[in-house]
């Protein structure tokens, strides 16, 4: 069983309790504007590229077969058009101009890297945390991949937007500690405009797991001049209310980290010119929503 993955952070304390190992996989349903990692968007491997680390060395020009790397006036140009994502450009780049993104990984490989970290995850209440992208839209090796952490008995968490069928959440239900359910907005105009996806199915899969017992997390990014607004908050309020098992609301403030990335990719950032917030209006943010929710709400 192999899936896609991009990274695997160690030491990860954001993406669940205690200390965890995050194994972000490529590919999801959504576009969110102002998605941090668009490197996950595509379930294919693709290359980054940082023009101003380029040393000029040509490896790249010798070994691409499609001559998708240009030199001319001093300048590297890369020809994506041309590129069929092969890699060999980047098996030599000692610069770290260009590298792939994504690669084919078994969960037997994947599970042996997050084996490493054992002691601290009993120590700290910590384990594996299966991100994205959108995990749920490699199942199979999602599954495989939760079903050998329960096998090691390593707590397990699952980040998600809710975009794939019930029933596969309702299948991996007994493999997963804890789900991180994101709410990336509650007006469904706006969640159409914002996300490309429509509310209606992220919320019937949401109310479905809470209804079959899942601990659940609300993770709520919250960009300025797009979803700060005092009707989202309520709405966000309310929405853990309706909850029997959501155990607390994680407010996550914008950053602009997917700008560069973005860049990387050779594509334009949906959004740009964004200032990341500051610590009270964050504050205020979390304030908002906790004044209406019985559910305990806090930032990262």
């Known amino acids: 069983m192999t899936g896609i993955i991009f990274e695997i952070q160690r030491f990860s304390i954001q ?5 965890r190992t995050t194994v972000f996989l490529k590919g999801c349903p959504l576009r969110c504007l102002w998605c941090h990692n668009p490197e996950s968007q595509e379930r294919d491997p693709e290359i980054f590229f940082i023009p101003e680390k380029c040393i000029g060395c040509r490896y790249c020009q010798q070994v691409c077969p499609r001559g998708s790397h240009e030199f001319a006036d001093g300048q590297h140009i890369f020809h994506r058009d041309r590129c069929d994502r092969c890699g060999l450009c980047t098996s030599q780049c000692y610069a770290g101009a260009l590298e792939v993104v994504g690669r084919q990984a078994a969960v037997e490989d ?8 054992l002691p601290f995850y009993r120590n700290s209440g910590g384990g594996l945390t299966v991100s994205g992208g959108e995990p749920m839209m490699q199942f199979d090796f999602t599954r495989a991949l939760l079903q050998a952490a329960r096998e090691r008995e390593i707590h397990t968490c699952i980040e998600t937007s809710g975009g794939t069928p019930r029933a596969h959440y309702l299948e991996i ?4 500690d804890l789900f991180l359910f994101d709410v990336k907005e509650t007006d469904p105009i706006r969640h159409l405009q914002f996300t490309g996806a429509p509310l209606t199915l992220l919320h019937a899969n949401l109310l479905a797991l809470d209804q079959a017992g899942a601990a659940l997390i609300l993770r709520c990014p919250i960009i300025p001049g797009l979803n700060d ?9 309310a929405l853990a209310n309706r909850l029997e098992h959501a155990q607390e609301i994680h407010v996550l403030p914008y950053h602009a980290l997917g700008e560069s990335k973005n860049a990387r990719l050779g594509k334009t950032p949906p959004l740009s010119g964004i200032a990341m917030p500051a610590v009270e209006r964050v504050q205020a943010w979390v304030e908002a929503i906790q004044k209406h929710s019985k559910v305990k709400v806090l930032t990262l």
């Open 15 to 19: 993406d669940g309790p205690g200390i």
């Open 229 to 237: 607004r005092p009707d989202h908050f309520l709405a966000v309020a």
């Open 110 to 117: 994947v599970i042996a890297e997050v084996m490493k970290d």
């Open 173 to 176: 239900l007994p493999l997963v």
